[in-house]
């Protein structure tokens, strides 16, 4: 079935380091691709999309561009701040009238 | 607009006990869905509704959960009797619709089953 795969935390990083957070999905057609983001204490909020194949999804300084070839939509930002210690959650839509499916979850924290 | 409304925030309560969770969606949202988390299993979809019919409930765990949705602008999650294992917190999400729109999700209810 349609499945998404994220690299597992906890992910630790000191303030203005590079981030990666790699995801990988399964599925069958041409899914729309997601990223969540949920800060301590909240629910879930959407941080970028992307609907097509070679669509790059950005906010926040974070971006994903959506390969079809490797079936990836890995989240980057260049210079993390302290404010971006959450949990990310990546997700697709597999198609049609269908809800997300949602990754485990990679929990970040950005130390000062 | 003020979001996806959950009540109660915190909930505590005794193994047995009858707990019921609620959730305003935002105005004019066509589709409901309702979430359980916890630090084993992840973010769990439980059950989903468009235009307050039940779609897909086969996420709920046992016949001890229900949910309904008696009208667009309210819905319920209901464990009887509650034991331990249901701690966790729980999450109300609305959106336009399924597909590509946007989920919102509420501040979530914390669960705690003694």
């Known amino acids: 079935g349609d499945s998404v795969t994220q690299m597992e935390g906890p992910v630790t990083l000191s303030e203005e380091a590079f981030l990666t957070i790699n995801c990988t999905y399964t599925?069958?057609?041409?899914?729309?691709l997601f990223w969540y983001v949920q800060y301590p204490g909240e629910g879930l909020q959407l941080l970028l999309k992307?609907?097509?194949?070679?669509d790059k999804g950005s906010n926040k300084g974070f971006e994903a561009t959506y390969r079809k070839e490797t079936t990836s939509f890995h989240l980057e930002k260049g210079s993390v701040q302290v404010s971006d210690s959450a949990v990310y959650f990546c997700?697709?839509?597999?198609?049609?009238?269908?809800?997300?499916?949602f990754g485990k979850g990679t929990r970040l924290s950005v130390i000062a | 607009d003020a979001g996806v409304i959950q009540s109660p925030r915190h909930e505590v309560t005794e193994m047995g006990q009858e707990v019921t969770l609620r959730c305003k969606p935002i105005?004019?949202?066509?589709?409901l869905f309702w979430y359980r988390q916890t630090m084993m299993r992840g973010l769990e979809l439980l059950i989903y509704?468009?235009?307050?019919?039940?779609?897909?409930d086969s996420g709920m765990p046992e016949d001890r959960f229900s949910a309904k949705m008696p009208n667009a602008s309210f819905s319920t999650l209901k464990i009887q009797p509650s034991e331990p294992r249901d701690s966790a917190v729980y999450f109300c999400?609305?959106?336009?619709?399924?597909?590509?729109?946007?989920?919102?999700f509420g501040p979530g209810t914390r669960l705690t089953v003694t």
């Open positions: 999400a609305s959106s336009l619709g399924t597909g590509t729109y946007e989920q919102y």
């Open positions: 997700a697709l839509n597999p198609s049609g009238n269908t809800p997300l499916v």
């Open positions: 599925a069958t057609g041409y899914p729309s």
């Open positions: 105005s004019g949202h066509n589709s």
């Open positions: 992307a609907t097509k194949a070679d």
């Open positions: 509704f468009n235009n307050n019919v039940p779609i897909d």
